[in-house]
């Protein structure tokens, strides 16, 4: 079905669609978004339910969104617990029958991850259709607060070409960016909410900390290009940071999850990007100026973590380069995913393009350029991408870290204050399996007495008081629009929650958990003729326990420090 829409009265449109629509095929379940929360979902469905038809819309030619295509796994978890009874399990377990080892690889070579989604499938039935993005305008047809259908199109043809329509019972939303939800006329939000919204000690823009941060005093680092040229450097923030604990429009910062090495066999140097300029490192290079100017050496493990591969037992000894805690500068890019979720196609693109640049950018200056050490350099020399991953995009994970998108603002939302060990949720549907990961929010300018304009990050927050609360049960509201929205749609990744919040449940165990509850509540969303809100917690809630899964905390899910030491 190819409707072109150019020209056409609003009014027609929608007349049309409705047409197409009782001419496209009928689901149970549409799903969009290949990510581990969305094969989760689509394969638990069919576990309940054989004869359930269910599908998955993907809109890139990958599936697995950062488990596979982002290269991290489900290493986020402090302890088995986290992915115990879940399909996760299942995929972790997997992993390691191909590796012929003994123990569970949480984060495997991006093909064995492929494979191992694409066994748990197959042996259920799902069909993943790629290349499938949701058209920008006219995505979403509704009568009342029912989605009837969804239009899409070809990714990277023309939005009137090849334009298809799905029509289902339940649609769910497990993409990291929430646009399914967004186009439905849901609630949504983005940003960071203020401390007095919902009475979170930890939200909204937060104190000065050297936690990641740039010095301040005698060896604070200049934000401007020079005394006599006050244009801010490159990657800064020109927007001034609202009053502490206030609500803004920030989000963690987005980055690639690079695979490197530092075997022979399998390191290949970091590439030249194709927009590269230095001078956008240049507050790097100053931060490696003070370095110097103190006596210290700077290698590439105080910049970011450099994070063993979790379970990983090939040859390549791999390496998970994450941000780091020490060095101010590192592969986040905080301010350059401002405008993200509103964003068209087109301006997403270019702001992949921009972490493109400034994360290999970053790569490519420490090995490279002259004025970098000579000891960072040679330290540089030492690693690689890996040559066996993501050969398709030269070595480099095609999936950006997209750490938050929207989130959904449902009838409840789940806050700081409900992350208590102890606080028993009648309507829990699964634990977290982590605490209070923020990334760097900001990276702004702090004016000094004198006047000057000196480099500040702020908002990131790792390992405080919040850690003794973080492990907690997760209430069903956390899938669940606003009734009065949208009644059959379920969203399992961009959840109803706030900053803090979401800090706690933004990992992919967790996607992958409550896919299984997101499921269960589709289907006897269907069986019942009932919108998703009016489903007792009861119904995922004996799925889950059916297939192990705890549904509440115990202290036998305390933090492995072991764990711990080995994923820091």
């Not at 809109?59 to 969104?65: K, L, M, R, T």
């Not at 909204?204 to 005698?218: A, D, E, I, L």
């Not at 001034?240 to 989000?251: K, N, T, Y």
């Not at 990983?312 to 890019?333: H, W």
Request: charged share 20%; hydrophobic share 35%; net charge positive.
């Amino acid at each position: 079905l190819q409707p072109k829409m150019k020209g056409i009265q609003p009014s027609l449109s929608v007349f049309l669609l409705l047409l197409l629509s009782s001419l496209a095929q009928d689901y149970d379940i549409v799903i969009y978004g290949a990510t581990g929360g969305g094969l989760s979902t689509a394969i638990a469905a069919k576990r309940i339910n054989k004869n359930a038809k269910v599908i998955v819309l993907e809109p890139s030619n990958d599936i697995g969104g950062m488990t596979v295509a982002g290269g991290i796994g489900l290493r986020d978890t402090f302890n088995e617990f986290g992915i115990k009874g879940t399909i996760g399990e299942e995929w972790v377990n997997l992993n390691a029958k191909q590796y012929n080892a003994t123990k569970p690889v949480y984060q495997p070579d991006e093909w064995v991850g492929r494979k191992s989604w694409q066994i748990l499938l197959e042996k259920a039935g799902v069909t993943v259709i790629y290349n499938t993005t949701l058209v920008e305008k006219g995505a979403v047809v509704k009568k009342g607060t029912q989605i009837i259908s969804i239009q899409t199109f070809t990714t990277g043809s023309p939005q009137d070409k090849d334009v298809k329509i799905w029509k289902s019972k339940v649609f769910v939303d497990a993409s990291y960016e929430g646009d399914l939800a967004r186009f439905s006329g849901v609630s949504y939000t983005y940003g960071r909410e203020s401390r007095w919204q919902y009475n979170e000690s930890q939200a909204g823009v937060m104190p000065y900390s050297t936690f990641n941060n740039f010095p301040r005093g005698k060896n604070a680092i200049s934000a401007v290009v020079s005394p006599t040229d006050q244009r801010l450097l490159w990657g800064i923030d020109p927007r001034p940071l609202p009053p502490i604990g206030s609500a803004d429009d920030r989000m963690m910062g987005y980055s690639f999850r690079l695979c490197v090495t530092m075997h022979k066999k399998y390191r290949s140097p970091f590439p030249k990007p194709p927009q590269y300029d230095p001078s956008h490192f240049t507050l790097l290079q100053r931060r490696l100026d003070l370095a110097t100017s103190l006596g210290q050496t700077v290698k590439l493990s105080n910049l970011c973590n450099l994070l063993k591969y979790r379970g990983y037992t090939g040859e390549a000894q791999k390496i998970d380069v994450c941000n780091g805690y020490q060095g101010g500068f590192t592969t986040d890019a905080p301010y350059l995913n401002n405008g993200y979720v509103n964003a068209s196609y087109e301006k997403r693109k270019e702001i992949w393009d921009l972490h493109y640049e400034y994360v290999l950018g970053m790569m490519y200056y420490l090995s490279n350029d002259q004025r970098v050490p000579k000891s960072t350099r040679e330290n540089m020399a030492l690693y690689g991408l890996c040559n066996d991953q993501w050969k398709t995009s030269n070595y480099v994970p095609p999936q950006l870290y997209v750490r938050e998108g929207l989130r959904i603002i449902g009838d409840k939302v789940m806050a700081q204050n409900d992350f208590k060990k102890l606080d028993r949720k009648p309507d829990s549907i699964g634990l977290t399996g982590w605490w209070f990961d923020v990334h760097q929010v900001s990276r702004v300018t702090f004016k000094t007495a004198d006047g000057k304009l000196i480099v500040n990050q702020e908002g990131e927050r790792w390992k405080n008081d919040a850690d003794k609360q973080s492990q907690t049960d997760i209430p069903l509201s956390v899938l669940l629009p606003k009734r009065k929205e949208v009644t059959n749609l379920l969203v399992p990744v961009c959840l109803s929650s706030t900053h803090i919040a979401y800090a706690a449940l933004r990992l992919e165990p967790t996607f992958v958990l409550l896919g299984h509850s997101t499921a269960s509540v589709a289907l006897e969303s269907i069986r019942q003729s009932k919108p998703v809100q009016d489903i007792h917690h009861s119904v995922p809630q004996k799925y889950l326990k059916s297939i192990g899964v705890a549904i509440h905390w115990e202290p036998k899910f305390a933090i492995d420090s072991q764990i711990l030491d080995m994923l820091q």
